[in-house]
């Protein structure tokens, strides 16, 4: 019951932007951290891909389901290949931890990549700032 409420305790303190940055940091060259943004990219796109073709025919969305899926394995298997190689504290494993759940996973990627992503949320907050949203800026 004690370690329930330990990941609980996590869970709720670490958002998905902070376990991207924990996942990120774990990777050895810049080369590898970019194929691994490039990979979750491309798996965000399948995401939107398949909410817009929800109303198409079922081939067309199996496709897209199977390809998703198959991306989606490959960045499990390279989240979980960090997680064992390298030599974390307990602290960073519990963390980690969290994304052992696929849902958890896509949920961090659509965050991290979705229109009211981090980087997002940061550009409209500069324009607001610089007053470019104020009535009439716009003609």
């Not at 995401?47 to 389901?65: D, F, P, W, Y």
């Not at 298997?77 to 963390?95: A, V």
Request: glycine share 4%; net charge neutral; hydrophobic share 35%.
């Amino acid at each position: 019951m004690e370690k329930f409420s330990q990941e609980n305790n996590i869970e709720k303190e670490l958002n998905h932007l902070e376990l991207w940055r924990e996942v990120l940091s774990l990777f050895g060259t810049e080369d590898a951290k970019e194929k691994f943004i490039d990979l979750c990219r491309r798996y965000y796109a399948y995401l939107v891909k398949a909410k817009a073709m929800a109303g198409m025919n079922e081939r067309t969305v199996e496709v897209s389901e199977s390809s998703r899926a198959g991306i989606h394995n490959q960045i499990m298997t390279t989240i979980y290949s960090l997680m064992t190689q390298s030599k974390l504290s307990q602290e960073k494993k519990e963390k980690l931890n969290l994304l052992a759940n696929r849902h958890r996973v896509a949920e961090m990627i659509d965050d991290v990549f979705g229109p009211q992503s981090p980087a997002e949320k940061e550009k409209t907050s500069k324009m607001t700032e610089a007053g470019r949203f104020r009535k009439g800026e716009f003609d």
